[in-house]
């Protein structure tokens, strides 16, 4: 008898239940934080609004980097937290770094 894996029980993407204004909460990414995203030889950029949403150059806003991202890039997928990255001070983090290093201390 073929046994069939229960689909519901296998995770196919990590979860880190961490928001972009759940970074803000803490100090680790300031209200008004530029992002920039890179392509190719193209740069994308979009600011974090204090309420977590992300806006971009053209002034749409979105409440996930991912959809930010999609939009920008005008694709159907985009791994948000891994194609921005924020502008602070002479740093630049990928936003997964900074999600890392917060859920890492215990502050998220």
């Not at 977590?52 to 002034?59: L, M, N």
């Amino acid at each position: 008898m073929l046994q069939r894996s229960d689909r519901s029980r296998t995770r196919t993407r990590a979860r880190y239940d961490v928001a972009v204004i759940d970074l803000i909460a803490k100090g680790l990414l300031p209200e008004g934080a530029q992002l920039v995203g890179r392509r190719r030889s193209e740069e994308f950029h979009a600011q974090v609004l204090d309420d977590g949403r992300i806006q971009v150059a053209s002034g749409e806003s979105f409440g996930s980097l991912s959809a930010a991202g999609e939009f920008v890039l005008q694709t159907k997928a985009c791994p948000g937290w891994n194609f921005w990255r924020a502008r602070l001070g002479d740093r630049e983090p990928r936003l997964v770094e900074v999600r890392r290093e917060a859920l890492e201390k215990g502050l998220v």
